[in-house]
């Protein structure tokens, strides 16, 4: 297994300027670093700057200042394109409100990383199967996304995540949409899929019980990270 | 609330700039498309009215002829009727200017002691000068600086084959008096325009100015009955109402293909609407939670349609006006070839008629956003104020929605297909239902595109498949694109039938070498005569074989003005000249030669209901006579009806008289094209036209194309309305769905496959536009071709496809979409990542 971490802030600040006003600040000299299948979960109030860490970590917005590194490859010193594609190959993201198109079938809505990265849909069809085999939904395969409780599409969602195997799962809050014995169902089947398929996850969460399942627990307050 | 609504409209309009402008865009266009006409319509019949009323002024009734025309003495016994103040005899006919530049002057030769009413510059005009001057002719100032010339200037015009000198004998500005009166218009005395145009002792009409107190009307039956059945007498206004008469069927016709446009501008609405609402939920919920009432709910969004209505209007008005002076040209040149009405000089805008347009634009921004502001309006505050509904009928509703329209276009075609039914504006109810139905087939087929496999990867093929995920937005772009098609594909697919048609009679009929004419013949028809000294020489020429004559005049029959014309029908070159319908063209030519009988156009054969067997009415110059009919034969060249007969008839009936053209038939092997050059060479102080069989076809088919000029005009503007509404549901797409977009960056599409997504969405619209549009075109080119025509115009057309000029405008089409595509591709490529929210998909 390779040393380089597959996720690393160093330093990274992020600041938003606000319409007339001041520019706040929601990250202030995070560093951390995720090497290998490890799941990390990241606790904090709103507005403590999670979805902003999520959002760096995945490319989709870059640091004010700092280095974020995935994979190894500094973030900042990419373009957008170079950005996108490594986003692409090496990055899963669940998010709190699923986030499925409504167009498509559960299985379309699965293979859409697929689509997006040109892959061969017949040869990824049989991991699309094998995936909804492990979240029980393989005989809901062809139903419109639509009929799925929210429970169910947030299991479409992993799927979505898992498809094209990632180094690293985001999550953003995957269970903030569900009741409590959904959202345990869908945790305890995330923390499965990724410990098996050998993939790191990051997840966000407001659940402190949720958190412990992880191996390592961080807090984000007032745009500090600090060990939970 | 009305504070408020100032306030909103503004936001609105910060917040969807891009929206609103296509929204203009699309009524500008339809007001624009719809007005034109309107303004090219009453421009024609001005003319035919400023012409009138130039020529007649005062006068309270015209005696004209039923025949030709009307012989000198009677202007005595008009004089003679009790009531009649005065009577002023006139002679009107067409005269070609000789000079390179050519063009026609509009002769009116009239009693000019008797007409005081010209307003004659006493500086100018010596009294005795317009009949001791020979060729004085009084002009319009606005001719003369046209053309720099001057009182006292010579000037040389021709009226058939014979050329004339004129003088120029004063400037009368006759629009003075008649503000859409001809330019052209030249004034002489009677006597000199009846030398002129060879025709000693005819007039054209009588002016009768009436004695005061005495009743128009009955002293037009006074005169009716005085005069005999040769004559008939009618008002100005029964004159210019005769000539809407004549042009009914045009002018419905561009009216139809122009509403058409409005139309498509009224979907632009629709959709800019459904846009505004759905980001304006929340405002209207807060506004009803706040005790705002449905109706001021429906009020703000029926006003803020107003406002785009009002400034498409704005925008219309002088489109329309622009548009209408683009099509002058060639609608006055159809309303002159096909009908021998007036040429319009000018477009005119009376107000009423700019009242019609705001009317038009306002009525178009309503029917636009009705349905979505009473669908608004319904809501309650709490349903407005949840997330926005997922905007998808059930298919159950779009199947019946889509069998209702069909069903009433089937209706209406049971109606109007009928036996026994054949009441003609019926097929213009046909036409509307066909196009009307096409849009709501839009959900339908956007729903079977669900079922196309996945593609293999993110771009153009997933961004078309996905488009029934945005079904109700894109339906509307979907359908409007569809009824702009339809028309272009039924007019094109009309044209070209039409078009191949007239190619194929050409080839049938045209069969001489040579054609011989005069530079007048296009305006004067039978006005316009060979010299018989120029039927001598042309015998005499070397290689001609046969000399076809041709002699035409104008008389009433069945009821109508129509041609008729006389030939030698027993030419034997000349078999084949004639395609008589259903066949028998030798027998039917055998009774023209033999039994004096009549062979009468498609046209006047469907108006008059005559046929083979059948009795014609006509009116000659001393009365009625009836002639056995002996065929219907095809003819292209008069809407109103023509008759043929062998000249021998036509000179029993109506007196002997001169050719108007005459037909070469050359020894084999000649080049037509080298005697045409011999003969103009032959005859240098006469006035001729000649042509060979190629280079006539060739000028009858540019006629042809110029006539549906102002056709294309329409269809284009049409189709400029439905691909800015291709732009219009892009650009709310990107909006609405910027969240998909979001989604799709963040799971790592690029911003290249996000474009061309887009493009795949625009042109997926398109390609579904066209499919639905050929449809329903196909079945409106069935209901033109089959029905109006027939029905309006009187002739039959052979259903032709014009693939290629149906490939080209679907290229055109998609093309456009694509690069109606462009702006909203480039915008969606730039949707962050960040842009996921909540309510997001």
Same mark, same amino acid.
């Given at each position: ?65 700092? /280095?974020?590194? %995935? ?5 900042? +010193?990419?373009? $957008?394109?170079?950005?996108? #594609?490594? &986003? !692409? ?85 995957? /269970?903030?949409? %569900? ?5 345990? +169902?869908?945790? $305890?089947?995330?923390?499965? #899929?990724? &410990? !098996? ?32 | ?841």
């Amino acid at each position: 297994m390779s040393d380089v971490p597959t996720l690393a802030f160093q330093d990274v600040h992020k600041a938003y300027a606000l319409p007339g006003g001041q520019p706040i600040e929601a990250l202030r000299g995070v560093s951390l670093a995720v090497t290998g299948p490890r799941a990390v979960s990241l606790i904090g109030r709103s507005g403590s700057g999670k979805s902003t860490f999520l959002h760096l970590a995945a490319g989709i917005d870059a640091p004010t200042r700092g /280095t974020v590194r %995935l994979m190894g490859r500094d973030l900042g +010193a990419l373009s $957008d394109r170079e950005r996108t #594609l490594l &986003r !692409r190959d090496a990055v899963g993201l669940v998010f709190q409100f699923f986030h499925l198109l409504p167009h498509l079938s559960v299985e379309e809505n699965v293979l859409v990383p697929a689509l997006v990265a040109g892959d061969d849909l017949a040869a990824q069809r049989s991991r699309v199967r094998e995936l909804l085999g492990e979240v029980g939904l393989e005989d809901r395969a062809a139903q419109p996304v639509q009929k799925l409780s929210g429970g169910e599409m947030q299991r479409v969602a992993l799927c979505r995540a898992l498809l094209r195997r990632p180094r690293l799962v985001l999550a953003d809050e995957p /269970t903030g949409n %569900l009741d409590e014995a959904s959202g345990q +169902a869908v945790m $305890d089947l995330l923390l499965r #899929l990724v &410990r !098996r398929e050998g993939t790191a996850l990051v997840y966000v969460t407001h659940s402190r019980e949720l958190a412990a399942l992880a191996d390592e627990t961080w807090r984000l307050h007032s745009g500090l990270l600090e060990p939970a | 609330m009305r504070g408020y609504f100032a306030r909103a409209a503004r936001a609105q309009l910060r917040g969807g700039a891009a929206l609103r402008v296509l929204a203009v865009t699309g009524v500008a266009l339809g007001v624009g498309s719809a007005l034109s006409i309107q303004i090219l319509n009453q421009s024609a019949l001005g003319a035919f009215a400023g012409s009138v009323q130039a020529v007649s002024g005062e006068a309270q009734l015209s005696v004209l002829p039923r025949g030709p025309s009307l012989p000198d003495a009677l202007v005595p016994a008009v004089i003679g009727t009790p009531g009649v103040r005065s009577a002023i005899p006139m002679v009107r006919a067409e005269a070609a200017i000789e000079s390179p530049r050519g063009g026609t002057l509009e002769v009116v030769g009239a009693d000019l002691f008797a007409a005081s009413r010209l307003p004659l510059s006493s500086a100018e005009a010596d009294p005795g000068a317009p009949l001791a001057v020979p060729g004085w002719v009084a002009l319009t100032p606005a001719l003369a600086q046209e053309r720099g010339w001057k009182v006292g200037d010579p000037l040389e015009v021709s009226s058939g084959s014979r050329r004339v000198r004129l003088q120029v004998g004063a400037l009368v500005d006759f629009q003075r008096l008649a503000p859409l009166s001809s330019r052209r218009l030249a004034v002489m005395d009677v006597a000199q325009a009846q030398a002129l145009l060879g025709a000693r002792g005819q007039l054209s009409q009588i002016d009768v100015v009436a004695e005061e107190g005495v009743d128009p009307g009955e002293l037009s039956r006074r005169l009716e009955a005085r005069l005999g059945p040769a004559v008939r007498v009618a008002t100005p206004d029964q004159r210019v109402s005769e000539a809407e008469g004549l042009l009914a069927a045009f002018r419905l016709n561009l009216t139809a293909l122009s509403l058409v446009s409005l139309f498509v501008g009224g979907f632009l609405v629709y959709a800019t609407v459904q846009a505004s609402l759905a980001r304006r939920r929340e405002e209207l919920g807060v506004l009803r939670s706040l005790g705002a009432t449905r109706g001021q709910v429906l009020g703000l969004v029926l006003g803020d349609a107003a406002l785009l209505g009002l400034a498409g209007t704005a925008a219309g008005l002088p489109l329309g006006w622009l548009a209408a002076r683009a099509s002058l040209g060639s609608v006055s040149d159809t309303l002159q070839g096909l009908y021998q009405l007036e040429a319009i000089e000018r477009v005119v805008l009376p107000p009423w008629l700019a009242g019609l347009g705001i009317l038009l634009g306002l009525a178009g921004a309503f029917v636009g956003s009705i349905g979505p502001a009473l669908e608004v309006a319904r809501e309650d505050p709490r349903a407005l104020l949840a997330a926005r509904p997922a905007g998808r009928a059930s298919p159950r509703r779009d199947w019946v929605l889509a069998l209702g329209a069909w069903g009433v276009a089937a209706a209406v075609a049971a109606a109007t297909l009928g036996p026994g039914r054949r009441w003609p504006p019926a097929g213009f109810a046909l036409a509307v239902a066909v196009l009307g139905a096409v849009p709501f087939t839009a959900p339908l087929l956007l729903r079977a595109c669900e079922g196309l496999p996945l593609p293999r990867r993110l771009g153009a093929a997933y961004g078309a498949r996905g488009l029934a995920g945005h079904l109700r937005g894109v339906a509307v772009a979907v359908g409007a694109l569809a009824v702009a098609v339809g028309m272009l594909v039924g007019i094109t697919v009309m044209v070209g039938s039409f078009r191949e048609t007239v190619v194929r009679w050409l080839g049938a009929t045209l069969r001489a070498d040579v054609y011989v004419t005069t530079p007048s013949w296009s305006r004067a028809r039978g006005g316009a005569v060979l010299g018989p000294e120029v039927l001598e020489g042309l015998r005499r020429e070397r290689g001609v074989r046969a000399v076809d004559r041709l002699r035409q005049l104008t008389a009433e029959a069945a009821g109508r003005r129509v041609t008729v014309s006389g030939i030698d029908a027993g030419l034997p070159e000349g078999r084949g000249r004639v395609e008589v319908i259903g066949g028998g063209e030798a027998e039917a030519l055998r009774r023209l030669r033999d039994e004096g009988a009549a062979l009468v156009s498609e046209p006047l054969a469907r108006k008059a209901g005559i046929g083979q067997g059948g009795v014609l009415a006509l009116q000659g110059p001393s009365g009625p006579f009836q002639l056995p009919v002996a065929g219907v034969y095809r003819d292209y060249g008069a809407e109103r009806g023509a008759v043929l007969v062998d000249l021998a008839t036509l000179a029993a009936r109506f007196g002997p008289g001169p050719d108007s053209n005459a037909a070469l038939y050359l020894d084999p092997g000649l080049d037509p094209e080298a005697v045409v050059e011999r003969i103009q060479a032959s005859f240098p102080g006469k006035a001729l036209l000649v042509r060979s069989n190629r280079t006539l076809r060739e000028q009858v088919l540019s006629i042809f194309e110029r006539t549906f000029a102002v056709t294309r005009l329409l269809q284009g503007m049409a189709v400029v309305i439905a691909v800015a509404g291709i732009t219009l549901t892009l650009l709310v797409l990107a909006r609405e769905r910027a969240g998909e977009v979001a989604l799709l960056r963040a799971l790592g599409a690029t911003r290249r496959q996000i474009f061309e997504l887009f493009l795949g969405r625009g042109l997926g619209i398109a390609a579904l536009g066209l499919a639905l549009g050929a449809a329903g075109g196909a079945g409106l080119a069935l209901v033109l071709v089959e029905v109006i025509n027939p029905a309006w115009f009187g002739w039959s057309i052979g259903l032709h496809l014009p693939w290629d000029d149906l490939a080209f405008e679907a290229a055109v089409v998609l093309a456009a979409a694509a690069a109606a595509s462009l702006h909203p591709a480039l915008r969606a490529s730039a949707t962050p990542a960040t842009e996921l929210s909540r309510d997001a998909l």
